[in-house]
């Protein structure tokens, strides 16, 4: 059974914060993964993706891959209140894809 | 380029009874993907389809659930019956990518939340 794990929250932080989102997975035959974020009702949207150890950066957000800890994690800095929404890692597992249960991030004005 | 259409964005059934969604992706996309996402969950895949042929069926609960794409385009998705337990949203994705590359996501559609009372 291939597993994606994250801390299911809420996650508060206040506005202009740095929120830090986790995420571990348990095949270490995965190459590729990816951050997701859902808005209350709306469809997950793409924000990034990852497949070297080590960080990535686009704009404010950061991903960081440690594939030898088995362990994915997603940086938001100068969180915003528009930042609200559950972040769902996902893990490649040959040709699909498992999501974790998410994350729901709250930023405090 | 428009984004993986899905009908009806709600539907209300009684237990026992049959329903069915339907999906057209970006023009162009190979592959597609249907989602289960349960409240206070992340999403489930159910079926995978490459063109029109089935990729990966392993979570589908086969004694109820029926999908199929036709040409390789549009894809529908039928549950018969359907339980109180598959209440839920339904979601669409496609992706146009070669999933053997290392940077290849998908497009989610906006979803059909299914209540079944």
């Known amino acids: 059974q291939k597993e994606v794990e994250q801390n299911s929250g809420p996650l508060s932080v206040p506005e202009g914060a740095i929120a830090s989102l986790n995420c571990t997975y348990s095949?270490?035959?995965?190459?590729?993964f990816f951050w997701y974020r859902q808005y209350s009702g709306k469809s997950p949207e793409l924000i990034m993706f990852i497949y070297s150890n080590g960080d990535k950066e686009d704009g404010r957000f950061t991903a960081q891959l440690n594939k030898a800890s088995q362990y994915v994690s997603l940086l938001i800095r100068d969180s915003q209140p528009s930042d609200s929404a559950t972040y769902l890692c996902a893990v490649n597992y040959g040709q699909n894809f498992v999501f974790g249960p998410g994350t729901r991030l709250s930023v405090l004005p | 380029e428009a984004g993986v259409a899905q009908s009806p964005r709600y539907k209300i059934i009684e237990k026992r009874q049959s329903v069915a969604f339907w999906c057209n992706p970006i023009?162009?996309?190979?592959?597609l993907y249907w989602y289960q996402q349960i409240l206070g969950q992340g999403p489930k895949l159910l079926i995978q389809?490459?063109?029109?042929?089935?990729?990966?069926d392993s979570q589908l609960p086969k004694d109820r659930f029926s999908a199929e794409r036709l040409k390789g385009v549009d894809s529908t998705l039928k549950i018969q019956p359907a339980k109180l337990e598959d209440s839920a949203v339904y979601l669409c994705a496609s992706s146009s990518r070669d999933s053997s590359k290392p940077n290849y996501g998908y497009t989610f559609g906006s979803g059909t939340r299914l209540t079944v009372v």
């Open positions: 095949d270490r035959g995965s190459q590729s």
């Open positions: 023009s162009g996309h190979a592959t």
């Open positions: 389809f490459q063109n029109n042929g089935v990729v990966d």
